[in-house]
Nanobody, 121 residues
Framework: QVQLVESGGGLVQAGDSLRLSCAAS????????MGWFRQAPGKEREFVAV???????YYTDSVKGRFTISRDNAKNTVYLQMNNLKPEDTAVYHC???????????????WGQGTQVTVSS
């Protein structure tokens, strides 16, 4: 079992930065692929970024060059550094844990409750 708790969301202006954190319980965190997904109002949850247990990283095209995913296995935490935020980044951001490094929601068995990110123009 893995429990995930996100933090770090907030209300910012376009061009600002935020760093999201996701703290995981359990002693096997380092074995999991960790992903960040987001869900905007009225839209489906979508892939943002993933970091595998071995450190391989993928981003969705819309955040490449602006967002950085990282993990600290000693702290059981995964981060999402978000720079140059845009209004279209407004969403609830969820972290997720899975065994495969994919972009598909169905490959992740554990989810956090999410943290709201709102970017004003």
């Amino acid at each position: 079992q893995v429990q995930l708790v996100e933090s770090g969301g907030g209300l910012v202006q376009a061009g600002d930065s935020l760093r999201l954190s996701c703290a995981a319980s359990g002693r096997t965190f380092s074995r999991y692929t960790m992903g960040w997904f987001r869900q905007a109002p009225g839209k489906e949850r979508e892939f943002v970024a993933v970091i595998t247990w071995s450190g391989t990283i993928y981003y969705t095209d819309s955040v490449k060059g602006r967002f950085t995913i990282s993990r600290d296995n000693a702290k059981n935490t995964v981060y999402l550094q978000m720079n140059n935020l845009k209004p279209e980044d407004t969403a609830v951001y969820h972290c997720a844990a899975g065994s495969r490094g994919t972009i598909y929601l169905s490959d992740y068995g554990y989810w956090g409750q999410g943290t709201q990110v709102t970017v004003s123009s």
